[in-house]
């Protein structure tokens, strides 16, 4: 009994999800100016080939972890982003006055819950050089009167253009 209560939680790692049920996934609108920089995913990609995107991802299970971390989501934030795009960001840009946007989504289907939260933060350092990693094949810095020249693969990710709209407003 007590084994078929706890099922949901996996031993494997499940790459890009916290368990095999739940996903906690972020999004960051990277302001400069009035843009928002966005990032077009390789025509491989297993998701929205194609498609432009901002930086960020999912969550994953930490299981090397050793001590209790308290909002362990900013570690995860500011390593995608260092991974996509070579910005640059401290822990402390994503604390909750950051956050513009918070979304749950659950597909039955595949009974996955999904927790969508949207940052919004300041490129301070306008020297930086954005470097795209190989999940990506482009990149543009946008404004609000731009964005809908940009596919994000439909009306199912219409949350990264909220989140757009969110930041430049």
């Known amino acids: 009994m007590l084994k078929?209560?706890?099922r949901f939680f996996s031993k494997k790692p499940i790459p890009h999800q916290l368990t095999s049920h739940v996903k906690l996934l972020h999004k960051?609108?990277?302001v400069k100016k009035d843009q928002?920089?966005?990032l077009k995913r390789s025509n491989n990609a297993l998701s929205r080939p194609g498609k432009w995107d901002l930086p960020g991802g999912n969550s994953e299970w930490p299981?090397?972890?050793?001590?209790?971390?308290?909002?362990?989501?900013?570690?995860?934030?500011v390593r995608e982003i260092k991974e996509e795009t070579n910005l640059l960001f401290e822990n402390q840009d994503f604390e909750t006055q950051n956050l513009?946007?918070?979304?749950t989504y659950f597909e039955p289907?595949?009974?996955?819950?999904?927790?969508?939260?949207?940052?919004a933060v300041e490129l301070r350092d306008k020297n930086q050089v954005v470097e795209i990693s190989k999940e990506h094949t482009d990149l543009t810095w946008i404004t609000l009167d731009e964005l809908k020249k940009y596919d994000f693969?439909?009306?199912?990710?219409?949350?990264?253009?909220?989140?757009?709209?969110?930041a430049l407003a």
């Open 4 to 6: 078929a209560r706890f």
């Open 28 to 30: 960051v609108a990277i």
């Open 36 to 38: 928002v920089l966005i």
């Open 63 to 77: 299981q090397d972890l050793k001590r209790s971390v308290i909002n362990l989501h900013q570690y995860d934030i």
């Open 100 to 103: 513009i946007y918070f979304a």
């Open 109 to 119: 289907d595949k009974q996955i819950y999904s927790v969508n939260c949207g940052w």
């Open 153 to 166: 693969g439909g009306i199912q990710r219409d949350y990264e253009t909220k989140i757009i709209r969110l």
